[in-house]
């Protein structure tokens, strides 16, 4: 009796043997009909992945013979025929057959019936927990030194150990209770290399992952092409790959686990392979292969590189190089011929690059305690410090760009001499560290390829590292018009004229304040830094001997990173001075007025293009009114003016005020009554560079990432026509207010996600497309309908985040400061002309009503709007185009133009049937024939 009741109760663990697959499998098939394609799509996935797997450890233990991958492999083995049978047990054979012969469509099969969910975001691997670490060894792993070419050594690692569970009794069927096993939680029992074989199949997925995304960030930095994307792949991968391992997430395990603890033996295990496909071949015919540099392409130079910067800099946590040290990095020639030397000789160049730009890195981004210590007698225990970008000192601006990093960088070397940190170095860390060090080869002429080894290639030429930071910035004022610094000085005078002019010398005072301090922020640490003039109780930087400014000059990838922030934070600062200030609002109302009216015959392109860009800004519900313009002024007012709405204003402000902890918090667009339009990369910020994490209501129809989206919707089945149509979410009702059919939305999105490199968008679809769609060629699509991953993923992304820094719409590369300057230049024209005509209208809203001269410019454009004052409107209109102003006339970057004309020009003509396209061609013939203001 006791064994039949033990047989009833319930599983409420969620945890199936293997030995029960064949049987549960039958049992389902009895019972379940149809099997949901999806299950079929599951095993398949899973059986085939597995199978690689097995294969390639086959490979490995063919060549270098090893016991315990052999075992592995064996119950690795068993394994997979288990799942292959539990496979044919639900029919999956005559599945896989039908499949063959049919075109089936994925989102047509419920592939949301089936949802994982990812416990990873309570991991925190950015910051790793204070508890104790598991208990799990994984093979090859010890405490006791980095993981380095073993050397006359006959030590045995240890066995890795499963941890043992607790028993327990089973609960009576009476007292089961499902609801709180997550789905998650339900997983196969494998024996006692089960784990370790899952592991491997983690780290060999994360490698490849990380080799591939390596490749393709040197190609971007051949295109000079700088983007926040590049270490967020990475993370993601982590995050998706180590939920399940626990404990097992650092570099050093990753590395010890698929090496077996020795690089050197490692060598030679791993193979890269050139396949070419002939016209009507059945099989791929192997080119080319060749073993894979196991140091170079898993990234262990970069990881001992970073390692021995840390243990050196704990040994005296003074901010100097040990004598040792010293010794080895000390002549670093930023110009060394990288054509001419050795393998070993550019190997040895970059790794004293390394360790003396992180020395720079620590020191500037620990300099604010350092001298708290030094110059004010604090006691700082730097151990102890919070480095990272939540801690209290972020709030003190060292650096743009790179701050998550250089936090957790100076945190481990921080810590007393002999710490062990090599659990904390996560792939991340050394992806990033590699892509920094890349970004300074690859422009010097050197990248690495797995199947060509190291290419080298002339330095390019007039090639700088700042290029587009000093561009940005204009320090010089040698482009009036471009640069943010003289941008914020032309500004700030405007703001002092109109506050005397309303008789309120405090009118803009915090404005003025705000992008001051923004202002020094970018000159202290945005492309140099005042490390380069010498800070008290600072070593002075490694790179002194060629340029004090090093930490910038000498790498591309941190004026990037650096310039990416800068953009953000730059327009997130000029909405919120925007939404502060009446001009914006009343110019765009005046302008569109005037050229509904005819007094303006052709738009203004400044006026016209913002007013495309932000029309839910500047008008209620976004409609852009043809009549009745004034009642349009004081509907979107009203609408945001509301009691309700402006207490919601205030609190996120304070919410916002509360809980920032540095500069993004505060510019927080949701609390803004007017503008709120996220830029791109504010977007991408907030959701830690993880394309995943974005909600629907940020994405735009028109992106690629809505695209994407779109082409993932479900698919139903309208009962009132009977024509295929999209579910009903928040990304596909705002494309439909946009003016998008469902058809259309499935056209576009198929395409994206089928065409190849050089497939153009047909005619009759371009016609459909919504103004502002880039129309440029999506990125191959290798991995089957609507699933991107890794650099295709990444490629996808890159046209939005092209498109937003140089392309069509480049919303983040405004200099929205510069025109705001015009915006108050050009009312001072206009106020100059009504005062010296006596108009009506100015006097009224200027001399005469004391209430309308609390706002005398919002009183004049109300009193314009009402369009009974004909010289006021023909004043404005004259204002307004002399001289004309185009929307390229103040984009920070001076090549913008010419890129542009060139992309048009090599472009086929069906580019031009783009609205947007044809703004832009727009823009450009109005900048070449207007004078410039």
């Known amino acids: 009796m006791a064994d039949h009741n033990s047989y009833l109760r319930v599983n409420t663990t969620g945890e199936i043997p293997v030995s029960a697959f064949v049987p549960l499998s039958n049992l389902i098939a009895k019972h379940i009909n149809p099997i949901p394609s999806i299950i079929y799509r599951l095993f398949q996935s899973v059986i085939d992945a597995r199978t690689a797997t097995h294969a390639l450890f086959q490979q490995i233990v063919a060549t270098k013979p090893d016991l315990e991958i052999e075992k592995s492999n064996v119950s690795h083995r068993c394994f997979i025929d288990a799942l292959t049978e539990a496979f044919k047990a639900l029919g999956g054979e005559e599945w896989a057959s039908a499949s063959k012969s049919e075109t089936s469509n994925p989102d047509e099969e419920g592939l949301d019936e089936v949802s994982f969910t990812n416990k990873f975001s309570t991991l925190g691997i950015d910051r790793p927990s204070d508890g104790e670490e598991g208990e799990d060894v994984v093979e090859g792993e010890s405490n006791s030194r980095p993981m380095r070419p073993a050397k006359n050594s006959t030590a045995k690692e240890k066995k890795g150990k499963r941890r043992k569970k607790a028993k327990g009794k089973t609960p009576a069927v009476k007292e089961a209770n499902f609801d709180g096993i997550p789905l998650e939680s339900y997983r196969i029992i494998e024996d006692e290399n089960g784990f370790i074989t899952d592991y491997l199949m983690a780290v060999y997925s994360l490698v490849k992952e990380w080799i591939e995304l390596r490749h393709y960030v040197q190609g971007l930095w051949r295109e000079v092409s700088y983007g926040g994307l590049n270490s967020a792949m990475i993370k993601q991968t982590e995050s998706a790959i180590f939920v399940n391992f626990p404990g097992h997430e650092s570099y050093e395990t990753v590395m010890k686990t698929i090496t077996r603890g020795d690089p050197e033996k490692a060598q030679g295990s791993f193979h890269m392979a050139l396949h070419r496909m002939g016209p009507g071949a059945e099989a791929a015919e192997k080119v080319q292969e060749v073993d894979i540099d196991i140091k170079e392409h898993f990234l262990i130079h970069a990881y001992w ?14 901010g100097k190089p040990t004598k040792r040290m010293l010794s080895e990095i000390r002549d670093w020639d930023p110009n060394f011929d990288l054509q001419r030397a050795t393998k070993e000789q550019r190997i040895k160049w970059r790794r004293a690059y390394t360790i003396n730009w992180l020395y720079d890195l620590v020191n500037v981004f620990s300099s604010i305690v350092v001298q708290r210590n030094t110059l004010k007698g604090q006691n700082w225990v730097l151990e102890t410090v919070d480095w990272s970008v939540n801690g209290p000192w972020n709030q003190h601006r060292r650096l743009f760009g790179s701050n998550e990093l250089a936090g957790d960088i100076t945190s481990f070397a921080m810590q007393k001499e002999g710490t062990d940190v090599r659990q904390k170095i996560l792939p991340h860390h050394v992806f990033q560290i590699q892509c920094i060090v890349d970004s300074l080869a690859v422009s010097r002429g050197w990248s690495v390829n797995s199947l060509k080894g190291h290419i080298l290639n002339p330095p390019a030429r007039g090639f700088r590292p700042r290029r587009d930071v000093d561009l940005f910035m204009d320090r010089q004022n040698e482009r009036v018009g471009h640069g943010y610094c003289n941008a914020v000085d032309v500004l700030t005078q405007f703001f002092e004229k109109d506050a005397m002019m309303h008789g309120n010398p405090n009118r803009h005072q915090q404005q003025s304040e705000l992008l001051k301090d923004f202002m020094d922020d970018f000159v202290n640490w945005l492309g140099e830094s005042k490390y380069m003039y010498g800070l ?12 004090a400014n090093g930490l910038w000059e000498y790498s591309p990838f941190l004026c990037g990173v650096g310039l990416v922030e800068a953009l953000e934070l730059a327009y997130g600062m000029n909405f919120l001075v925007w939404d502060r200030i009446p001009e914006p609002m009343c110019l765009i109302h005046l302008h569109n007025m005037l050229v509904q009216k005819g007094y303006i015959r052709q738009p203004i392109g400044l006026y016209a293009t913002l007013q495309d860009l932000f029309p839910t800004a500047f008008f209620a519900n976004g409609k852009v009114p043809i009549s009745d313009f004034n009642g349009a002024f004081h509907a979107v007012v009203n609408e945001t003016g509301s009691r309700r709405a402006t207490f919601q204003r205030r609190g996120l402000n304070r919410t916002a005020a509360r809980t920032a902890v540095d500069i993004h918090g505060l510019l927080d667009t949701n609390a803004n009554r007017f503008f709120k339009q996220k830029s791109l990369l504010r977007i991408y910020h907030q959701a830690e560079w993880v394309p995943e994490r974005i909600p629907d209501e940020d994405v735009s129809p028109v992106s690629a990432l809505g695209m994407l989206r779109i082409g993932q919707t479900k698919k139903v089945v309208d009962p009132m026509t009977g024509k295929r149509v999209l579910e009903d979410t928040a990304l596909i009702r705002r494309a439909r207010s946009d003016g998008m059919s469902d058809e259309t939305m499935i056209q576009m ?27 440029s060629p999506a990125p191959e699509n290798k991995r089957g309908k609507g699933v991107f991953g890794g650099r295709e993923l990444l490629d996808l992304l890159k046209l939005d985040i092209i498109n937003d820094i140089f392309g069509e719409r480049p919303l983040s590369s405004l200099n929205y400061v510069w025109v705001t300057a015009r915006f108050m230049l050009l009312f001072h024209q206009i106020e100059d002309e009504l005062k010296r005509l006596r108009n009506p209208s100015w006097v009224c809203a200027y001399e005469k009503e004391a209430v309308m001269m609390r706002e005398k410019r919002a009183s004049l454009t109300a009193l314009a709007l009402t369009g009974e004052d004909e010289e006021c409107m023909r004043v404005i209109a004259e204002a307004f185009q002399s001289p004309r102003t185009g929307f390229m006339e103040h984009i920070y970057w001076e090549d913008l133009k010419s890129a542009a004309e060139t992309r048009i020009k090599q472009s086929d003509s069906h580019l031009l049937a783009s609205r947007g396209n044809q703004r832009l061609t727009r823009e450009l013939d109005e900048k070449a024939s207007d004078a410039s203001g």
């Open 305 to 318: 590189d970073l390692l021995d910067f840390i243990l050196d800099f704990q040994k005296t946590r003074s």
């Open 536 to 547: 008290q109780t600072i070593p002075p930087s490694r790179f002194s001997n060629t340029n």
């Open 749 to 775: 999105a198929s395409l994206l996600q089928d065409r190849g490199t050089n497939q153009p968008l047909p005619e009759a679809l371009l016609a459909l497309l919504p103004e502002g769609y880039n129309t």
